[in-house]
């Protein structure tokens, strides 16, 4: 078995080799394979290439693969490629499962706190990634634009019980999710919920 540093020039070697995204993308599931039988975790720079080829060519199952790899050092931007890729094939399922992999990665790293709070703790988690209101605002949307209205919901409760303050977006697909569910109530506890945090930020 090669050591790492045989092993990134291998790989970076294998990678620079594609001319163009599509080649890249023939191989990639088996360059995938080929890492996980070799126990190999690719450096930033090789992951934030892959994900955008996918991004480029819109190739969500790909993603899906690079994201469930373990301990990838996936980033801020690396995630916010990944839930794009995602909703643009409206793909809800691999954008909730990112979400719930940002929030598990702040967990692990805040462990010792019992109240996680990212508005006060600004810290990032083991693979640099603060969850960011534009992240959860995507995946709502995706769930809305894929019939699961339901499940933006629940997203946008993930939201807040982490510290995030949804905004003025954040709302809207919330109204969204509840018009297309016929919860009028909801809607209107939203608007009045929304309103009171208008007055709130005025003051």
């Not at 620079?16 to 720079?45: A, G």
């Amino acid at each position: 078995m090669f050591i790492k540093k045989n092993l990134d020039k291998y790989f970076s070697d294998q990678i620079k080799k594609c001319w163009d995204s599509d080649q890249l993308l023939r191989i990639l599931p088996n360059m995938l394979n080929e890492m996980l039988m070799q126990n190999y975790t690719p450096t930033k720079t090789m992951v934030n290439y892959m994900v955008n080829c996918c991004q480029s060519k819109n190739d969500y199952e790909v993603a899906a693969k690079i994201m469930k790899m373990e301990n990838i050092p996936l980033d801020n931007i690396t995630y916010t490629s990944l839930i794009d890729i995602f909703h643009r094939r409206r793909h809800w399922k691999h954008a909730f499962s990112a979400i719930e992999m940002v929030e598990k990665n702040l967990n692990n790293s805040n462990k010792t706190n019992t109240n996680i709070n990212i508005n006060t703790s600004h810290e990032k988690n083991n693979y640099n990634v603060i969850p960011t209101v534009a992240m959860y605002n995507k995946v709502m949307d995706t769930c809305v634009r894929a019939g699961e209205s339901d499940v933006a919901m629940n997203v946008l409760l993930k939201m807040k019980q982490i510290g995030l303050s949804p905004n003025a977006s954040s709302w809207n697909i919330a109204l969204n999710a509840c018009a297309k569910l016929n919860q009028w109530d909801t809607a209107k506890n939203i608007m009045i919920h929304w309103q009171k945090e208008q007055m709130e930020n005025v003051v």
